[in-house]
């Protein structure tokens, strides 16, 4: 059967299951490195890669995102292609959500869960074939994400690849990235303009077979080009020269990071890891309970331990921002605290929002304290500030 998603075979095939990095203590450099260091990043230290945190303001490259567009290197992440007659049940019993059942071209968020029922990694599986399919992962989970799937593919007809390393990735954020890519030279991508939130479409680049998805982290529209590092650099400056009279800057790591938690986005680490539970970090809908197996499923049914914090969204006034690991306390007059010096959550993320001019934060709260409007305070420096519960994202974006 022909297929409306042909899947993108210039991805250099590693070892199934098995990262293919040679070794795991070089730092690691994007095929966009030397564009990077031209255009005067500066970077950081991310899972072992050397990527760009910024290149001229965090709020400059925020700004610009949430205007016009921003230019994001992603190469780093993870990505991994499922195929074979039981691709699609080996995914289901691996991971959290029904995956058999997406269609072509379709895109889907899911978990990937520990047997005690924590999350190993969150990721986005793409089905780019009647019996194929491309997963992405968090690039500081690539080796866990490898070890479990490769484990849990054991009695399917499936083969597993890991091919990170021939995956270069580039992502276009911001109201102004379809018209961008639509002028960029050399790019083609035929139902661009009519292709849906969590879809992706192939595509060509000076011939070349890429695949365009749109699944972004930014809470603004936007695409992600998947595609051969030998061809990122050149894909890079068509995106950069076509965007440049719309406003288009190159961002970094840090931009995404205060884009993401505007949007409520979870990030690994952070909001997410093995001790977490899908349900306190509001993700109970991902899991499909009704599916006969898949790992973890045992432990999700029996709930998380009673009283386990959930995550919340908390806001405040003034230009104070609560960071992460900055402890969060049930306010003296609050009335439901035994002891006000024992703190009852613990800051995930936090930043002064570039977007909305005040305080935003993720937490982990006692439950008792986690409805929306209830009044909270966090240990900033010393000095304890009020801040209050509130439902997510803090952004969401104007749709036409």
């Not at 890429?210 to 972004?216: D, N, S």
């Not at 991902?286 to 499923?297: T, Y």
């Not at 609560?322 to 024992?342: E, I």
């Not at 409805?371 to 749709?399: A, N």
Request: proline share 8%.
């Amino acid at each position: 059967m022909t297929t409306p998603v042909d899947s993108p075979h210039l991805l250099q095939h590693g070892t199934p299951g098995e990262p293919a990095q040679a070794d795991a203590s070089a730092p690691r450099y994007s095929p966009l490195h030397a564009v990077h260091v031209a255009a005067g990043a500066t970077f950081t230290d991310f899972a072992g890669w050397q990527m760009p945190v910024r290149y001229s303001s965090d709020l400059a490259e925020h700004h610009a995102v949430r205007s016009s567009a921003g230019l994001f290197d992603l190469s780093h992440m993870a990505e991994f292609r499922v195929s074979g007659p039981q691709a699609g049940a080996f995914l289901d019993f691996a991971l959290a959500g029904r995956l058999s059942a997406i269609e072509l071209g379709q895109a889907k968020y899911s978990l990937l869960l520990a047997p005690t029922g924590g999350i190993i990694d969150d990721l986005v599986v793409y089905r780019v074939g009647d019996a194929e399919f491309f997963v992405v992962a968090n690039a500081s989970n690539r080796a866990p994400v490898a070890a479990a799937l490769a484990e849990r593919a054991d009695g399917f007809d499936a083969v597993l690849a890991d091919e990170s390393d021939g995956v270069a990735l580039i992502a276009v954020q911001g109201p102004a990235s379809l018209g961008i890519l639509e002028a960029a030279a050399g790019v083609d991508v035929p139902g661009l303009a009519e292709l849906g939130y969590y879809r992706c479409l192939p595509g060509t680049f000076e011939g070349e077979r890429i695949l365009v998805a749109r699944t972004g982290y930014t809470g603004e529209d936007g695409f992600e080009l998947y595609l051969h590092p030998d061809a990122a650099e050149a894909l890079w400056n068509a995106i950069v020269a076509a965007g440049s009279a719309a406003g288009l800057v190159p961002a970094g790591l840090a931009s995404r990071d205060t884009l993401r938690l505007e949007a409520g986005m979870p990030l690994y680490g952070h909001e997410l890891s093995l001790e977490t539970f899908p349900s306190q970090a509001g993700l109970g809908r991902v899991p499909v309970l009704s599916k006969p197996d898949f790992v973890g499923k045992a432990a999700l049914e029996a709930g998380a331990p009673e009283g386990a914090p959930v995550l919340v969204g908390l806001v405040a006034e003034g230009k104070r921002a609560a960071r992460a690991d900055y402890a969060v306390y049930a306010p003296a007059d609050g009335g439901g605290a035994p002891d006000t010096d024992t703190p009852i959550g613990l800051v995930t993320s936090g930043a002064l929002s570039p977007t909305l001019g005040h305080p935003v934060a993720l937490a982990y709260v006692d439950p008792r304290y986690a409805e929306p409007g209830t009044v909270v305070s966090v240990d900033i420096r010393g000095k304890r500030l009020d801040f209050r519960t509130t439902p997510l994202p803090f952004y969401r974006r104007k749709k036409d």
